[in-house]
Nanobody, 120 residues
């Protein structure tokens, strides 16, 4: 059973950067897709980015060109590099496992989330 632990959140000024990490336990990490989601106060959880087992990636339009997802299978870790952060990026960020990034698969495991606050 895969367990996920996010880290790297915090307070950053607009235009700043953060790198989130999601460490996974379990031997299946290399064969699953990993997704990043976020939930802002009063809003529904939304997909942010996803990376397949073959490293193909997808991004929400709102973060394209600013966020980069990557994975290190040797470390069972997925990363989300967030640059040029905006106030609207403020949210709790979650990582999750999926069968694949495309095809409408629902996440199967969630981390506990890490808070990102973008404010001056």
């Amino acid at each position: 059973q895969v367990q996920l632990v996010e880290s790297g959140g915090g307070l950053v000024q607009p235009g700043g950067s953060l790198r989130l990490s999601c460490a996974a336990s379990g031997s299946i990490f290399s064969i699953v897709a990993m997704g990043w989601y976020r939930q802002a106060p009063g809003k529904e959880r939304e997909p942010v980015s996803c990376i397949n087992s073959d490293a193909r990636t997808t991004y929400a339009d709102s973060v394209k060109g600013r966020f980069t997802v990557s994975r290190d299978n040797a470390k069972n870790t997925v990363y989300l590099q967030m640059n040029d952060l905006k106030s609207e990026d403020t949210a709790v960020y979650y990582c999750a496992t999926l069968v694949a990034c495309s095809g409408g698969y629902a996440p199967t495991r969630w981390g506990q989330g890490t808070q990102v606050n973008v404010s001056s």
